[in-house]
C-alpha cells in the first residue's frame, strides 16, 4: 500500500470534545485509531471556546427536572428518546470519564464538592466550570490522552474532501447492484503535499463541529463550515432540523475585524446576576419573558434584536454590577478580553450583539451515533440526536458531545469486534483521488467575493429573523451561486481554500432549503410571514 492509501480500523474526523473521546474510547479497546484535523494541533476547534461549563447535576436535581428544561427550551420539538438518555446517562459518564479517570479541574471548593453555576432555561443550579474557560480545560487534558496514546495516530492538516461508500465509489459491479450502502473511509487532502490521500476504514465518525463560519457573524473557528453536514448529505445519510440555528444574544460588540469570529460573553455571566440594559441603562427583558435574562437563548436574542430595532443602536448591554462574585476571579477571560477594547467590566457596561453559534440540526442519529448510512457515526455538533430540537438549552452542547463520542466509541469498538476485515475485493475496487481539474485559478479575490456573498446572504435572509420573501431570494442567490461553484470545483485543481468555499456553499443551501421547506415558527427558526 502506498503512502497515499492508509488504513485503519476507525476514522474519526474531527478533533474537538466528541471527536477526541471517540478516539480515546476506541483506542482503549485496542482499535487501530486514525484522527484527522484540519488545523495544526488538536486544540483548533470550537470546544476550546466554550467557557460557560457542562451540565452535571445538583443535589436537589431529578433526571425528570433536566428533562423538562430541556424539552421546554426546545419547544418540545426534541427527541424524547435522546433528552432521556441524556438527561440520565450524561451525569453518570461525567463523573466516570471527566471527574474520576481524566480529572479535568473545574472549580471545586474541596475536593469532591463541586461549585455550580446557573444559565438561561435552566431550574437550579447544576453546570460545573473551570472559571470561564472550560472547555479550553476540557480539551487540553483530552488532546494530550490522544497524543500519547499508542494506537491514536494523529494526522494535522488533514481537510476530508468526500466520504467513501460501496455503491458510489467501488469499481466493482457486486458492491453497485448491492442494496446496502457503506461507508468505507474518506477522501483526505493532506495540506503539506498539497495531494489527496485514501484512508480506508472499517467504521467513520463525523465529528467535524458547527456551521458558523457560514453566517457574517459567528462566535465560531474558521472551521465551523459545515463539511461534515455536507460530506454525509453527499454520501447519502439523512440529515434533521437543519433550518434550526441558535443566535447567541451576547457577543463582545467591538474589537473584531470584518469576518474575524466574535468574542463570547458567556451566558453564565447572566446566570451569576448580571442583566441586559439598553444605552438608558434601563432593563428590557421582563417586558418579554417572565424568566427575564435567564429566558432561553432565543427569546434572549429575539428580544435584543428587537430592542436594537426600537432604539436604532448598534447593541445592548450588560450590566454586570450585580454578580456578586469577583469577575475579575470568576470571569478571567472575558474581563481580560473587554479590557482590549477599553472596558471594565467592573465599572464599565459590556456592549453586546447576537451572532451565530450552534447548529441545532445535522446529520441524524440515534443514541448510539448510528447514521442512516450503514458504518458512518457522527457525534458532537454536527449530529442532529434530537436532544436540542428547536433550541438548544445552555451547557447541553459539552455534555451531548461527550457523551455521544463515549458512546459511539464503545458501539463501534463492540461491532469491530464482531466483523470482520474490508474484504481484498472491496479495497482493491476503491480508486485513487483523480482531480478533475487542473487550473490553478483558486484567485483569493474571487473566494472572497464567494465567501462574502454567502456570508451576507446567510445573515440578512436566514439570520435570526426569517420570512418567506428572504428565503426565496437566499435559495435563488445560493442556488446559482452553488452550481457555478460545482463547475468551478471542477475544473480547478484541488486545495483548502476550494474544498472549504464548496462545503460552505453546500451547508448554506441546505439550511436554507430547510428554512423555506418549514413555514412554522418555532425556536430558531423565526417566521414573522
Known amino acids: 500500500m502506498n503512502d497515499f492509501r492508509l488504513q485503519c480500523d476507525a476514522l474519526v474526523i474531527g478533533c474537538g470534545i466528541a471527536g477526541s473521546l471517540a478516539a480515546l474510547t476506541l483506542a482503549e479497546e485496542n482499535l487501530d485509531v486514525i484522527l484527522i484535523t484540519a488545523g495544526d494541533s488538536l486544540t483548533s476547534g470550537n470546544t476550546r471556546l466554550a467557557q460557560g461549563g457542562i451540565v452535571y447535576r445538583n443535589e436537589n436535581d431529578d433526571p425528570r427536572i433536566l428533562e423538562k428544561d430541556i424539552m421546554t427550551a426546545g419547544w418540545k420539538h426534541n427527541y424524547a428518546r435522546a433528552v432521556r438518555f441524556l438527561a440520565r446517562r450524561g451525569p453518570e459518564v461525567l463523573k466516570e470519564v471527566f471527574l474520576e479517570k481524566y480529572r479535568i479541574p473545574f472549580n471545586q471548593r474541596k475536593p469532591g464538592d463541586w461549585y455550580l453555576t446557573r444559565e438561561g432555561g435552566h431550574t437550579l443550579p447544576r453546570i460545573l466550570y473551570c472559571d470561564d474557560h472550560t472547555g479550553q ?44 450502502n457503506e461507508c468505507v473511509g474518506a477522501y483526505v487532502f493532506n495540506q503539506e503535499r498539497g495531494a489527496v490521500e485514501t484512508i480506508l476504514s472499517k467504521y467513520t465518525l463525523l465529528a467535524t463541529g458547527g456551521i458558523g463560519q457560514i453566517y457574517l457573524h459567528t462566535t465560531n473557528t474558521p472551521g465551523s463550515i459545515g463539511s461534515g453536514l455536507v460530506m454525509a448529505f453527499r454520501a447519502g445519510a439523512r440529515l434533521m ?43 428590557f427583558m421582563k417586558r418579554y419573558d417572565s424568566r427575564a435574562d435567564l429566558a432561553p437563548r432565543d427569546i434572549v436574542t429575539r428580544a435584543i434584536m428587537d430592542e436594537m430595532l426600537i432604539s436604532g443602536d448598534d447593541c445592548v448591554y450588560l450590566d454586570v454590577s450585580r454578580v456578586k462574585q469577583d469577575v475579575r476571579k470568576r470571569f478571567p477571560t472575558i474581563y481580560e478580553h473587554c479590557r482590549t477594547i477599553g472596558v471594565d467590566m467592573c465599572k464599565d457596561l459590556v456592549p453586546v450583539v447576537p451572532a451565530a453559534h450552534y447548529f441545532c440540526g445535522g446529520i441524524q442519529v440515534d443514541t448510539r451515533g448510528r447514521t442512516t448510512l450503514d458504518r458512518l457515526y457522527a457525534a458532537g455538533e454536527c ?147
Open 241 to 283: 432540523n437543519c433550518e434550526y440555528v441558535q443566535f447567541h444574544p451576547t457577543t463582545l460588540f467591538g474589537g473584531a475585524k470584518r469576518g474575524e469570529r466574535r468574542f463570547l460573553v458567556s451566558e453564565a455571566v447572566r446566570g451569576e446576576g448580571a442583566v441586559l440594559v439598553d444605552a438608558k441603562g434601563e432593563a
Open 137 to 180: 480545560n476540557i480539551i487540553d487534558v483530552l488532546s494530550a490522552e490522544v497524543t500519547k496514546h499508542p494506537n491514536i495516530r494523529v494526522l494535522t492538516k488533514r481537510t476530508a474532501v468526500d466520504l467513501l461508500t460501496t455503491q458510489h465509489h467501488a469499481r466493482h459491479l457486486d458492491f453497485k447492484y448491492s442494496l446496502s
Open 383 to 529: 449530529s442532529c440526536t434530537g436532544l436540542h430540537g428547536a433550541n438548544r438549552l445552555a451547557s447541553t452542547s459539552l455534555l451531548e458531545g461527550m457523551l455521544w463520542g463515549y458512546t459511539a466509541g464503545k458501539d463501534i469498538a463492540a461491532r469491530a469486534a464482531r466483523s470482520a476485515e474490508l474484504s481484498r475485493k472491496l479495497k482493491d475496487s476503491i480508486p485513487e483521488w483523480v482531480s478533475e481539474g487542473n487550473k490553478h485559478n483558486e484567485d483569493p479575490a474571487l473566494i472572497s467575493q464567494d465567501w462574502s456573498n454567502i456570508r451576507n446572504t446567510m445573515w440578512n435572509y436566514v439570520g435570526v429573523v426569517r420570512t418567506s420573501d428572504r428565503l426565496k431570494r437566499a435559495f435563488t442567490d445560493l442556488r446559482k451561486l452553488t452550481k457555478d461553484l460545482q463547475d468551478f470545483y471542477k475544473e480547478t485543481a484541488i486545495c483548502k481554500p476550494v474544498i472549504d468555499l464548496f462545503h460552505g456553499s453546500q451547508a448554506a443551501y441546505i439550511i436554507t432549503l430547510a428554512a423555506l421547506r418549514d413555514t412554522e415558527t418555532k425556536g430558531c427558526h423565526y417566521r414573522v410571514d
